[in-house]
């Protein structure tokens, strides 16, 4: 199973950026997925998450209304549309694919997501 992220950058507060993952060796159909962040000096945290069928997403309160978290089975990836960007986003994001297929409810914390992505770096500039 492989995850692999892309996307991060350089880019000015108030900016976008849009990651994405593509999740290969999975029945991405029936897996939610997350996206966690590390940021510098800190412990990886949660940020958003969306379940198998793209019905329920969950938002961390420090990205809600700023971030959209979307997927596109056909592709195999997972998006994250990151608005209104500010210097404290600045951080690893990571990836993650849930390890129980067609769970109900998104997992919002790093437990049960088992395949993770390498993280691409996001850098926003004051």
């Known amino acids: 199973v492989l995850l692999a992220e892309s996307g991060g950058g350089l880019v000015q507060a108030g900016g976008s950026l849009t990651l994405s993952c593509v999740v290969t060796?999975?029945?991405?159909?029936?897996?939610?997925l997350g996206w966690f962040r590390r940021l510098p000096g800190k412990e990886r945290e949660f940020a958003v998450a969306?379940?198998?069928?793209?019905?329920?997403?969950y938002y961390a309160d420090s990205v809600k209304g700023r971030f959209t978290i979307s997927r596109d089975n056909g592709l195999n990836t997972v998006y994250l549309r990151m608005n209104s960007l500010k210097p404290e986003d600045t951080a690893v994001y990571f990836c993650?694919?849930?390890?129980?297929?067609?769970?109900?409810?998104?997992?919002?914390?790093?437990?049960?997501?088992?395949?993770w992505g390498r993280g691409t770096q996001v850098t926003v500039s004051s």
């Open positions: 993650a694919a849930d390890s129980m297929a067609n769970r109900l409810v998104p997992l919002v914390g790093p437990n049960g997501y088992g395949y």
């Open positions: 060796g999975r029945t991405f159909s029936s897996d939610g």
């Open positions: 969306i379940s198998w069928s793209g019905g329920r997403t």
